[in-house]
């Protein structure tokens, strides 16, 4: 039997709170894996840090 906190963030965090959430760790992360590991910590994966329905914007040329 789990307690009431250990409902997983995919089943109470909106689409827009995960993107955020999503996007937060791979600021924060010092590398892909760590990043990947943190997702993983969160429920989380690399997709829903995506925007959806927005065109991605455009990098300028360095």
């Known amino acids: 039997m789990t307690a009431p906190h250990d409902i997983e963030f995919d089943q109470v965090a909106p689409p827009e709170q995960r993107r955020k959430a999503a996007r937060a760790v791979a600021t924060?992360?010092?590398d892909a894996e760590d990043c990947a590991q943190l997702l993983?910590?969160?429920?989380?994966t690399a997709a829903d840090g995506l925007s959806k329905g927005r065109p991605?914007?455009?990098r300028r040329a360095a």
Do not use: I, N, Q
């Open 28 to 30: 924060l992360a010092t």
């Open 40 to 44: 993983a910590m969160l429920g989380l």
């Open 56 to 58: 991605a914007r455009k």
